[in-house]
């Protein structure tokens, strides 16, 4: 019997068939939809992507976002300068944590890495505390590689 870690989980293989779309925004859009409707609990799930010595809000669900976040602000920002998984179980505890949504509670925020340099990130907000676990960690990292190697497949800047 084979080990359950050896499966692609159900969402990372949805997220792999929408990352054949060849056009960067409705990819990224349709992903973001995807994570948003596999998960619950969520007020929030979208990209941020460097951009111009900023993070730039990309194509998201929930409600209206922070634009422009500079890398030494936020879980954002420190996902960015730490280059790894920011897992906030109390955003209420995070002293600059950047609310967009009065609502969130917690919040996951994973960097996707091209080369091992800092392409963007997928951010996940929810309005209930320790909502995250290790299996949305895995799947998240899972879904950042997923992304990482279709920016290179499909020549993708941004
Ligand atoms: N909470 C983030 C800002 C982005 S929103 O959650 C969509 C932060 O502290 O960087």
């Given at each position: 019997m084979k080990c359950y870690n050896s499966f692609m989980s159900m969402i990372n293989e949805q997220?792999?068939?929408?990352?054949e779309e060849s056009n960067m925004i409705a990819s990224f859009a349709n992903v973001s939809a995807c994570i948003n409707m596999n998960y619950d609990n969520l007020?929030?799930?979208?990209?941020?992507?460097?951009?111009?010595?900023?993070?730039v809000v990309g194509p998201f669900q929930g409600k209206p976002a922070c634009t422009h976040i500079?890398?030494?602000?936020?879980?954002?920002?420190?996902c960015y300068r730490e280059k790894?998984?920011?897992?906030?179980?109390?955003?209420?505890?995070?002293?600059?944590?950047?609310?967009c949504d009065a609502?969130?509670?917690?919040?996951?925020?994973?960097?996707?890495?091209?080369n091992n340099e800092m392409f963007g990130m997928i951010d996940l907000d929810s309005p209930r505390k320790n909502r995250f676990t290790e299996k949305e960690v895995k799947?998240?990292?899972?879904?950042a590689d997923s992304i990482s190697q279709a920016i290179l497949?499909?020549?993708w800047s941004y």
């Amino acid at each position: 019997m084979k080990c359950y870690n050896s499966f692609m989980s159900m969402i990372n293989e949805q997220i792999k068939s929408l990352l054949e779309e060849s056009n960067m925004i409705a990819s990224f859009a349709n992903v973001s939809a995807c994570i948003n409707m596999n998960y619950d609990n969520l007020n929030w799930a979208g990209f941020y992507f460097v951009k111009n010595g900023e993070l730039v809000v990309g194509p998201f669900q929930g409600k209206p976002a922070c634009t422009h976040i500079p890398f030494d602000k936020g879980v954002c920002g420190r996902c960015y300068r730490e280059k790894s998984v920011q897992k906030v179980d109390d955003v209420l505890a995070v002293a600059d944590h950047i609310a967009c949504d009065a609502a969130s509670r917690s919040e996951l925020c994973v960097p996707i890495l091209v080369n091992n340099e800092m392409f963007g990130m997928i951010d996940l907000d929810s309005p209930r505390k320790n909502r995250f676990t290790e299996k949305e960690v895995k799947e998240m990292l899972e879904a950042a590689d997923s992304i990482s190697q279709a920016i290179l497949r499909h020549h993708w800047s941004y």
